[in-house]
């Protein structure tokens, strides 16, 4: 199915009914009075979060979605029915805003929550309602109320605890693989990932988290070059990103630092406060650098990068340190949640968040 993370769609809400100026007219009941009913409320249209989808291809298709309007009043005192509502399901973590004012109506995080998005006009009085002990036979009626009608975009933002970054063939794919049920497409050359993957990481039982996998950056991104910043915005709810380095590229000319300096400057450009969240170095690909030249490279990469922060080298395709990794990961994630992580496994109570001087 394609990935359609964006989309523009009009949504209408029912009218209201009519109400009714109808009298009561029976044989040997000539005072028989008003019986004109109120005319039943319009369709109202809401949206719902629905964890099964991850696109909105439906509404990139499907972009007017408008409700019925309610019955008419009718005589013998009887009021129109209300017309039913429309329930439009989109993925978890959708943004619905106004387009004519720029007003977000709502985010969808909570599964199979209801919101409302236009309301259907409510029914018009028929004349039985403005009946009174001084006027009896009221010759008044008013028409349905109109529904409410707005221009919708819809920006479907992935709910994610973790996000990886880095630029084309640094691992992400693999690392996602490695580590989870995901099996995003992974091949030798640049732009593989096209669109967000995610991915359950299971630690233990009850224990897991989630993981976004979006298509790499390069430098220039900001203006255009490869992908842009087309797919960043699915980064923004995470709680932590995993920087993910090519610590061994086949291109001797390709400088690592060169390339991680080129994806946190493109990360500041795009939103200051996506720059701002905390995150972690993970230098990929350590199966193919000597064992006795690790230490000294690392040291040499962190020191060039200035960088002070947490750093993990791990082998994606090897799998070598990708536990400490997710353990690591988990106990972060779990102390955001306000929840105290049980390590099931004491080998990885002392796992390293390892900081290179």
Known sequence: MKFVDEAT???VAGEGGNGCMSFRREKFLPFGGPNGGDGGRGGSVYAMGDRNLNTLIDFRYARRHEARRGENGRGSDQYGAAAEDIVLRMPMGT???DIETNHVIAELLVPDERVLIVKGGDGGFGNLHFKTSTNRAPRQKTPGWPGEQK????ELKVLADVGLLGMPNAGKSSLITAISNARPKIADYPFTTLHPNLGVV???PEQSFVVADIPGLIEGAS???GLGHLF???LQRTHLLLHLVDFAP????????AQARAIVAELKKYDPALYDKPR???LNKIDMVPAEERERRVKDFVKRFKWKGPVFQISALTREGCEPLIRAVYKHVATLRNVVPDDPDPRFDSAPVSSIP
């Open 280 to 282: 972690w170095l993970v």
């Open 232 to 234: 960043l915005r699915h």
């Open 9 to 11: 769609i009009d949504v």
């Open 223 to 225: 203006e255009g070059a």
């Open 202 to 204: 299971r630690v233990g």
């Open 95 to 97: 943004v619905i805003t």
């Open 250 to 257: 086949f291109d001797d000319t390709v400088d690592p630092v």
């Open 151 to 154: 221009k919708l975009r819809l």
